[in-house]
């Protein structure tokens, strides 16, 4: 994002930096143009992430002992929740569905987490990435919607239960809301992930200045203790977003598999 | 001349255009308030609920959404 110069304005203030440096794709070996096989930090991060995902849920599974290890009952506890999310939300007939939304949901919460280490990329602050998997999403639960119910599926937008001359003026709204899901869905996670690390390295910013001056004896461990606090809370949403995600994607096949309202 | 002042236009409503994330704090603060007074008047229902706080707070958060694509726009594609 931030491609343009932005070096330092005078000797002291070498350290600034742009918050929004951490986010440019550069090739992991020399520095070339990121072509389309490039090998680029993204590749090595999503790499790591799917590395993370073996560990737990195929190598810290592979003893499938009845009395579970840490590691198994972690693996057990995820498997069981996306279940029941599933089963609450969009029914026991989308159970069919769940691999699909246990592969999204263990791929962004990993992800998401990789990302808050220090000096990590986060994948999944790119609207590229997360725009692929919306509409992946979009894409399934509209083929789906079609095939389980035909031209059925178009009573989602004609929705019977409001007043005859309201239902075209509620058909055009609904109609609008159901392709802005995809954007909604992809921005709201790489939104989420790209603010919050910015905000943390905003703070960042700040924090030498103890080296320029007194003004830093107030503002260094003020931003410091910031930094702490924003951590914390992002840690908070690295799950929150995964789970909006794929409780979002849960909705979307509920409205797919029963389209009447 | 003319190139500069789309520029500061466009710098000028990409700020605006975060006013709209105010109007996202609100709806997620009414949501989750809600939410809130009504599990506290029946705590055995809240847990079942849950799940219906946090579709209610994505989809209020979507329009907050709308105003950074907003910004995103005017800061890199106009």
């Known amino acids: ?261 | 001349m003319e190139g500069d002042v789309v520029q500061m236009g466009a710098y000028i409503g990409a700020g605006l255009a975060c006013t709209g994330m105010g109007g996202a704090a609100v709806g997620v603060g009414h949501v989750v308030g809600n939410f809130l007074s009504g599990a506290l008047r029946n705590p055995s229902a809240a847990g079942g609920q849950t799940a219906t706080m946090f579709i209610g707070i994505a989809f209020s958060e979507a329009l907050g959404i709308f105003s950074f694509l907003v910004a995103l726009l005017l800061m890199f594609a106009v």
């Open chain 1, 1 to 261: 994002m931030a491609t343009e110069a932005h070096g330092a304005e005078g000797g002291a203030l070498e350290l600034v930096f742009h918050p929004m440096d951490q986010f440019i794709v550069k090739p992991l070996f020399g520095d070339g143009q990121v072509g389309m096989f490039t090998i680029t930090n993204v590749t090595l991060w999503m790499g790591l992430t799917i590395l993370a995902i073996v560990g737990l849920l195929v190598l810290g599974t592979s003893g499938r002992a009845t009395i579970p290890s840490r590691i198994q009952s972690i693996a057990e506890l995820a498997y069981g929740f996306i279940r029941k999310m599933v089963e609450d939300v969009a029914g026991k007939d989308a159970l069919p569905y769940f691999p699909y939304i246990m592969t999204l949901f263990i791929f962004i919460v990993f992800a998401n987490f990789l990302g808050l280490l220090p000096m990590a990329f986060t994948t999944t602050s790119h609207i590229a990435v997360t725009a692929v998997m919306a509409m992946m999403v979009f894409l399934t639960v509209t083929i789906l919607g079609f095939v389980k119910n035909g031209a059925g599926f178009l009573s989602l937008f004609w929705i019977s239960a409001a007043p005859l001359p309201l239902r075209p003026i509620l058909a055009l709204i609904e109609i609008i809301s159901y392709f802005v899901r995809p954007v909604s869905h992809s921005i709201r996670l790489a939104g989420n992930m790209m603010a919050g690390h910015a905000v943390i390295k905003v703070f960042a910013a700040f924090a030498p200045m103890i080296l320029i001056g007194w003004i830093g004896v107030i503002v260094t461990p003020l931003s410091i203790i910031a930094i702490t606090a924003i951590y914390a809370l992002e840690v908070l949403v690295a799950f929150i977003q995964a789970y909006v995600f794929t409780i979002l994607t849960c909705v979307y096949l509920k409205d797919a598999l029963h389209p009447h309202h």
